[in-house]
């Protein structure tokens, strides 16, 4: 059987991550990893919803060490827990905080992680290659997420490519993150980063200006801030000061050039960029401010048929249709031409128009209704969803209300237009066009 190894350290005393009370070695963390192992209960698919990083990595590889898949889902709202409970009927909720989770069977985290010291003699554990390690779910064209199969060998090709691809594999950093690690972005470039790219990683996710600087302050240079034009956007426009950034990587969303340029501007350090999916892992990087060409990571194709391009080889699983328009270049390069118009990234968390959509008919006494993502006003690629709802006898506010126990907050539309009708053709469907028309008539003009 081949099997592979939990992580690339050998060195039991390097630091594998930090956290409040100080760094956390790699012997500390195979402890908790063992201890938590041995309490988790026996079944087969554990929903890790801790928030803090070091112990949804503790909960991952203990999950592994048990034969357990971890779900990690794109949202933590209600209905997402019913669907999961009603699709993996064994799973447990492993928390960290106080989550409604609902009746699903839940599972605390235990204290006294980060203390625990490593036997003598303790070896690194190694995992089945061909193991189901993880279960991403991302929202396809049916409305309904669907489910992206990891194995554990993929996983750690995966970490080790962006190594490659960023230079860490040459120096090792230590990695602050914005968004949240149950994501694929965040999963791979934090978590799989620490896991078999070297680095430690900060145990928070910072999402204010003052919590980002404050963490960065925390850890040891060199340091790599990994974030989204959102977050980036806000960090600059804050004016705080900032410690020193070596490496800035941004991704679920284009990074305007000029945005890019601040960026470099402000912290002398170069400002990266990530390609890729849920579907199909991360793809390719570039420097924004070097050109628009990507380039791809280490062992990674792509193969072209027309308009259709399809990833395949490396830490792809399979080989998976993209939804973008791409231009092939010489030596492992491409050009992107526009995404697919129904994929939406806000902060790091991804779903679709069709989802939300989805959600919002499905809310009682709601007629008609649907999402709208307005053409691009901002040029730092910070965007606004609007919805547009026929529901007689309902105000906006029990919508929203009900929309809540739904869709993550951050999809909620901002604002919820009360119509009497949808300007839909004699097909029944909603043109893109009478859609912008109806935003510049009822919320484009009230914009400052």
């Not at 059987?1 to 790699?26: K, Q």
């Not at 426009?237 to 501007?265: F, M, R």
């Not at 006003?377 to 919805?387: F, K, M, S, V, Y």
């Not at 906006?396 to 839909?424: G, K, S, Y």
């Amino acid at each position: 059987m081949n099997t592979i190894p939990l992580l690339t350290h050998g060195d039991l005393s390097a630091i594998f991550a930090w956290r409040p009370t100080g760094p956390v070695s790699v012997g500390a963390y195979l402890a908790d990893v063992h201890a938590l192992a041995e309490q988790l209960p026996a079944t087969g698919h554990l929903l890790n919803l801790c928030h803090d990083r070091y112990r949804f990595a503790v909960g991952f590889a203990a999950g592994l060490l048990r034969g357990m898949t971890s779900l990690q889902p794109s949202s933590q709202s209600p209905e997402t827990f019913r669907r999961l409970q009603a699709d993996y009927p064994d799973l447990i909720a492993l928390c960290d905080g106080t989550a409604d989770t609902l009746d699903l069977h839940r599972f605390d985290f235990p204290d006294q992680t980060g203390q625990r010291k490593s036997p003598p003699g303790t070896a690194i554990p190694h995992i089945p290659a061909d193991q189901l390690a993880a279960i991403l779910f991302t929202s396809g064209s049916t409305g309904l997420p669907q489910a992206q199969r990891k194995t554990w060998g993929k996983l750690v090709r995966n970490g080790r490519a962006e190594a490659v691809a960023l230079g860490l594999d040459a120096k090792l950093h230590v990695l602050v993150g914005t968004v949240p690690v149950q994501h694929s972005y965040g999963f791979e470039s934090t978590f799989l980063l620490a896991l078999h790219g070297g680095c430690a990683f900060w145990a928070g996710k910072p999402f204010y200006p003052q919590d980002i600087a404050a963490a960065l302050a925390t850890v040891p240079q060199p340091r790599l801030l990994v974030t989204t034009p959102f977050h980036l956007s806000a960090l600059l426009a804050s004016g705080i000061d900032l410690p020193a950034i070596d490496i800035l990587l941004s991704a679920t969303a284009p990074l305007s050039t000029g945005l890019a340029a601040e960026a470099e501007a402000r912290t002398g350090a170069p400002v990266l960029e990530i390609y890729g999916s849920t579907e199909s892992g991360q793809l390719a990087s570039r420097r924004t401010t070097d050109g628009a060409a990507w380039t791809l990571l280490p062992d990674v194709r792509l193969e072209q048929d027309g308009d259709d391009t399809v990833a395949c080889d490396g830490h792809v699983e399979g080989r998976i249709a993209l939804s973008d328009i791409i231009e092939l270049l010489p030596d492992q390069r491409f050009l992107l031409h526009g995404r697919h118009a129904d994929l939406i990234n806000i902060a790091g968390k991804r779903t679709s128009l069709a989802y939300l959509n989805h959600q919002l008919g499905a809310v009682p006494g709601v007629v008609d209704g649907a999402f709208f993502l307005p053409d691009e006003e901002d040029p730092d690629g910070i965007t606004r969803l609007t919805a547009f709802v026929v529901a007689p006898g309902l105000t906006a506010r029990q919508i929203t209300v009900a929309l809540r126990e739904r869709i993550e907050a951050i999809f909620l539309p901002r604002p919820l237009v009360l119509l009497d009708a949808l300007p839909r053709n004699s097909t029944g469907k909603l043109p893109r066009s009478g859609l912008q028309a109806l935003y510049a008539e009822k919320v484009g003009h009230g914009r400052s």
